[in-house]
C-alpha cells in the first residue's frame, strides 16, 4: 500500500513538473510594430510604437532596427509584469520612439527582433513615405563679394 502510495506521489510530482516545464517552453511572444503616420513631410515628427507581449517572467532580448534614415528625438520603455488567472507570469514591453526624417523618399524601418529561448519573433517592416518640408528654412543671404558695398538709398545698386 504505502509502495502504491510512493508510485502515484511519483507519478503525479512527474505531471507537474513535465507540465511547468511544457508551459514555459510553449511561451507565446507577439511583436508588434506601429507608426502614427505611413507619409509625412520632412519637418514632422513620426511617433513609432513597439508592443511586446510573452508569457514568460524573464524579459527576452529586444534587437533594434537601424534607424540611420531618422533623427531619434525622443524614446521611452515601459515594462510591467503581471500574472493571468491561470498564475501564468505576463510580461508587456512597450518601446516608443519619436523619429524625425533625415531625408526625403521612401524610408524603411525594418523589424524588431525579439530572441528568447532560441526561438525569434518578428515584427513587420514598414516603409514611410517622407516628403518635401511644410515649413522650409529660409534662404540664406547671399554674401556679396568681397570689395563691393552697397550705396545707401540706392537699392539694388552695388558699386
Do not use: H
Not at 510512493?6 to 507608426?35: N, Q, R
Not at 491561470?86 to 508587456?92: I, S
Amino acid at each position: 500500500m504505502v509502495k502504491k502510495i510512493f508510485i502515484i506521489i511519483i507519478i503525479l510530482s512527474l505531471g507537474l513538473v513535465i507540465g511547468k516545464a511544457g508551459a514555459e517552453t510553449s511561451s507565446e511572444i507577439t511583436v508588434k510594430a506601429t507608426a502614427d503616420k505611413k507619409s509625412l513631410a520632412q519637418d514632422e515628427e513620426l511617433n513609432l510604437k513597439v508592443e511586446i507581449s510573452a508569457t514568460t517572467n524573464q524579459a527576452p532580448t529586444v534587437e533594434l532596427p537601424s534607424l540611420a534614415d531618422f533623427y531619434v528625438l525622443s524614446s521611452f520603455q515601459s515594462q510591467n509584469y503581471s500574472l493571468s488567472r491561470d498564475n501564468r507570469a505576463q510580461l508587456k514591453v512597450i518601446l516608443e520612439y519619436i523619429l524625425m526624417p533625415a531625408k526625403q523618399g521612401k524610408l524603411a524601418i525594418g523589424p524588431f527582433v525579439v530572441k528568447y529561448k532560441l526561438k525569434t519573433y518578428k515584427s513587420e517592416p514598414m516603409e514611410i513615405e517622407v516628403g518635401p518640408s511644410k515649413n522650409p528654412l529660409p534662404e540664406k543671404p547671399k554674401e556679396k563679394p568681397e570689395g563691393q558695398e552697397e550705396t545707401p538709398g540706392k537699392e539694388g545698386v552695388t558699386l
